[in-house]
């Protein structure tokens, strides 16, 4: 676009651009030109005091491209005292984008929500996380951009997962952990996946294909038809199957396993007696709970009391790890439990 310039020889270049910025009418959103051995400074206009060794001229200048935004936080429209509080990370799951809300925040959710859609790359629709609430850990969703319904195909360390927001728990903060508990499983384990959700677990287990049985089972049937369709999709019909369960009504005739997993973070601590006892000898139970950082220290000899006064065997705790945190307190973490 066409400009006027402050035309100066290389040389003098630095100097001349300083008293042009200091001057208040050096232009920023034009690219500064060159020619031969002449610079040229795209201005707004003549500075007040003169400028030696500059000659002022139209020109042709080429038009600034904007630098992308490294943070969708670059991007929201709220007012500058509030923005220190914008959430700094956010969940993407297939093509739905969650974000959790501070309450002096509230005012301004469709706001964040456009600067989320436009930031993720790939995004369709942003809800608010209300938290998961209920037996069935369902979110509460909020609408804030985008368009279409809450279903989507997630995927992570090669394993496709469909899932409902509105119908059944998935948290894709658990990807590693996924992984990691599927790499455990040694070839011929029975392994039973308690309130197995949409059984991301039970997926990377089957497409694994050690295990000699893997059984998923949850109490929400929106779950578990979701999670039949992905443990399908993972591998061949055979080993698993998929129930429609109670973990109080199943434990007790679930028969035994090498390896159990219990992801139910919100009070699934009550059900530790009962999986428990469906391990064998040497068996591992990979329990996920929300433990407030001051317990922490002293939550595996708790838990341990909490299975062991009650199932027979030598328990112990030999693995402890915080998978990711949950409030200003807590942590989800992840704990290895085992029956000797």
């Given at each position: 676009?066409?400009?006027?310039?402050?035309?100066?020889?290389?040389?003098?270049?630095?100097?001349?651009?300083?008293?042009?910025?200091?001057?208040?009418?050096?232009?920023?959103?034009?690219?500064?030109?060159?020619?031969?051995?002449?610079?040229?400074?795209?201005?707004?206009?003549?500075?007040?005091?003169?400028?030696?060794?500059?000659?002022?001229?139209?020109?042709?200048?080429?038009?600034?491209?904007?630098?992308?935004?490294?943070?969708?936080?670059?991007l929201a429209q709220v007012p500058e005292e509030l923005r220190d509080s914008l959430p700094r990370s956010f969940d993407v799951i297939g093509d739905i984008v969650l974000v959790r809300i501070p309450d002096e925040l509230l005012p301004h959710s469709v706001a964040i929500g456009a600067a989320l859609l436009e930031f993720v790359p790939g995004a369709r629709l942003v809800g608010r996380d209300g938290g998961v609430h209920g037996?069935?850990?369902?979110?509460?969703?909020?609408?804030?951009?985008?368009?279409?319904?809450?279903?989507?195909?997630?995927?992570?360390?090669?394993?496709?997962?469909?899932?409902?927001?509105?119908?059944?728990?998935?948290?894709?903060?658990?990807?590693?952990?996924?992984?990691?508990?599927?790499?455990?499983?040694?070839?011929?384990?029975?392994?039973?996946?308690?309130?197995?959700?949409?059984?991301?677990?039970?997926?990377?287990?089957?497409?694994?294909?050690?295990?000699?049985?893997?059984?998923?089972?949850?109490?929400?049937?929106?779950?578990?038809?979701?999670?039949?369709?992905?443990?399908?999709?993972?591998?061949?019909?055979?080993?698993?199957?998929?129930?429609?369960?109670?973990?109080?009504?199943?434990?007790?005739?679930?028969?035994?396993?090498?390896?159990?997993?219990?992801?139910?973070?919100?009070?699934?601590?009550?059900?530790?007696?009962?999986?428990?006892?469906?391990?064998?000898?040497?068996?591992?139970?990979?329990?996920?709970?929300?433990?407030?950082?001051?317990?922490?220290?002293?939550?595996?000899?708790?838990?341990?009391?909490?299975?062991?006064?009650?199932?027979?065997?030598?328990?112990?705790?030999?693995?402890?790890?915080?998978?990711?945190?949950?409030?200003?307190?807590?942590?989800?973490?992840?704990?290895?439990?085992?029956?000797?």
């Open positions: 676009m066409r400009s006027l310039g402050a035309v100066v020889a290389r040389a003098e270049a630095e100097r001349v651009r300083r008293a042009l910025s200091d001057s208040g009418v050096l232009r920023g959103e034009l690219v500064v030109a060159r020619d031969g051995d002449e610079v040229i400074f795209p201005v707004s206009g003549p500075p007040i005091d003169p400028v030696p060794g500059a000659r002022f001229e139209e020109r042709e200048f080429v038009e600034r491209t904007p630098a992308a935004p490294s943070s969708y936080r670059d037996e069935s850990r369902l979110r509460q969703l909020e609408r804030l951009a985008g368009s279409g319904g809450w279903t989507t195909v997630h995927r992570e360390n090669g394993v496709h997962l469909e899932t409902d927001l509105e119908r059944a728990y998935f948290s894709p903060r658990l990807a590693r952990e996924h992984a990691r508990v599927a790499e455990e499983v040694r070839s011929g384990e029975r392994v039973i996946d308690f309130a197995c959700g949409i059984a991301p677990f039970g997926a990377h287990i089957v497409r694994d294909g050690r295990a000699r049985e893997l059984v998923a089972v949850d109490s929400n049937p929106a779950a578990t038809e979701l999670a039949q369709r992905n443990l399908a999709s993972a591998g061949p019909a055979r080993p698993w199957r998929v129930l429609t369960d109670s973990i109080e009504r199943f434990a007790p005739v679930a028969g035994t396993c090498e390896r159990a997993i219990l992801n139910l973070p919100h009070g699934g601590v009550k059900y530790l007696p009962s999986v428990g006892a469906t391990l064998e000898r040497e068996g591992t139970l990979h329990y996920y709970e929300r433990t407030e950082r001051s317990r922490l220290r002293n939550r595996p000899g708790e838990l341990v009391q909490t299975v062991g006064t009650i199932v027979p065997g030598t328990w112990s705790v030999p693995e402890v790890h915080v998978v990711h945190p949950y409030s200003p307190t807590e942590d989800i973490v992840a704990y290895r439990i085992v029956r000797g």
